[in-house]
């Protein structure tokens, strides 16, 4: 069965950086897009960044850009997010998601995407 497994969320200070991975097992990895979504307690979620198959086009949100960098490694089928100057409102569940990359390919709308993992927490506070 498809499944991608996040890990190392914590708790931080701002300013801090963290860097997060997912885990891509029962399917394909290098033929699907990647992105990373999160979402805060009362909020919708938000999609965060995205990665083409072979990782040379990618996309973000405006709060995020320059501070957050995606990466995928396809020979490890691992996908990261670095986040570095994390900001309070950067607390949030961060989910990894995937979709074959004939359907999307930069996407950040959460609906067109139909694999998901359980998220890993991050929390940015002082």
């Known amino acids: 069965q498809a499944a991608v497994v996040e890990s190392g969320g914590g708790l931080v200070q701002p300013g801090e950086s963290l860097t997060l991975s997912c885990t891509a097992s029962g399917f394909t990895f290098r033929d699907y897009t990647m992105a990373w979504f999160r979402q805060a307690p009362g909020m919708d979620r938000e999609g965060v960044a995205s990665i083409n198959w072979s990782g040379d086009l990618t996309s973000y949100r405006d709060s995020v850009q320059g501070r957050f960098t995606i990466s995928r490694d396809n020979g490890k089928d691992i996908l990261y997010l670095q986040m570095d100057s994390l900001k309070p409102e950067d607390t949030a569940m961060y989910y990894c998601?995937?979709?074959?990359?004939?359907?999307?390919?930069?996407?950040?709308?959460?609906?067109?995407?139909?694999?998901w993992g359980q998220g890993t927490q991050v929390t940015v506070t002082s």
């Open positions: 998601a995937a979709r074959r990359h004939y359907v999307v390919q930069r996407s950040l709308r959460a609906s067109d995407y139909n694999i």
